[in-house]
């Protein structure tokens, strides 16, 4: 089982950057494919950015291909989530995940996070 803890979220004027950590429990995280996600209010929880459990292979959704950049450090037990050039559309409860793959289907994800809140100002 893994527990995962985001934290780094707040409040950025547009073209700002924040990143985000996911720490995790347990000492089988580096056999994990880790997600991130996130969700507006109102809005279904989307894909953001997946990597496989070495790091050697990364996806992004394309509302966010170019602008930010998923990795992991295996020994601090930690994902991460460097988002730059941030957007006012990208305000939303970002979540990570754990899975044995790397999918981008939410529903395919064993564990999750509680989310932080990254809020975009225009």
């Known amino acids: 089982q893994v527990q995962l803890v985001e934290s780094g979220g707040g409040l950025v004027q547009a073209g700002g950057s924040l990143r985000l950590s996911c720490a995790a429990s347990g000492r089988t995280f580096g056999s994990y494919a880790m997600g991130w996600f996130r969700q507006a209010p109102g809005k279904e929880r989307e894909f953001v950015a997946a990597i ?8 992004y959704a394309d509302s966010v291909k170019g602008r930010f950049t998923i990795s992991r450090d295996n020994a601090k037990n930690t994902v991460y989530l460097q988002m730059n050039s941030l957007k006012p559309e990208d305000t939303a409860v970002y979540y990570c995940a754990a899975n044995s793959r790397v999918v981008v289907e939410a529903y395919a994800y064993n564990y999750w996070g509680q989310g932080t809140q990254v809020t975009v100002s225009s």
């Open 52 to 59: 496989n459990w070495s790091g050697g292979s990364t996806t």
